[in-house]
């Protein structure tokens, strides 16, 4: 699938490294950077996540799709992310 230039890739299961303390109102995906540490995979958002704060599209590789109606998102918590064309993260 294409999503602006970077071609969307299967989906993947990463443990998440921070949170989302509240209930998303509405259906969204959010930007997130997943990387490969120590044998195992995380995700993380960004530290200004904000869709109005364009810097927070850099350093960004994934997309976490957030359903209406779900949430919150505790550290530690397996979820489903969307890599963007980044082959430095599948190792």
Do not use: A
């Given at each position: 699938?294409?999503?602006?230039?970077?071609?969307?890739?299967?989906?993947?299961?990463?443990?998440?490294?921070?949170?989302?303390?509240?209930?998303?109102?509405q259906?969204?995906?959010?930007?997130?950077n997943?990387?490969?540490k120590?044998?195992k995979?995380y995700?993380?958002?960004?530290?200004?996540?904000s869709?109005?704060v364009l810097?927070?599209?850099?350093?960004?590789?994934?997309l976490?799709y957030?359903?209406?109606g779900?949430?919150?998102?505790?550290?530690?918590?397996?979820?489903?992310?969307?890599?963007?064309?980044?082959?430095?993260?599948?190792?």
């Amino acid at each position: 699938m294409w999503f602006g230039d970077y071609i969307l890739s299967e989906k993947y299961s990463f443990k998440l490294e921070s949170e989302i303390s509240k209930v998303s109102s509405q259906n969204r995906f959010v930007r997130v950077n997943t990387y490969y540490k120590d044998g195992k995979y995380y995700t993380k958002f960004p530290d200004k996540h904000s869709s109005g704060v364009l810097s927070s599209l850099s350093g960004t590789n994934s997309l976490f799709y957030i359903p209406s109606g779900t949430g919150p998102y505790k550290e530690g918590q397996k979820i489903t992310v969307q890599l963007l064309n980044y082959s430095e993260v599948l190792k």
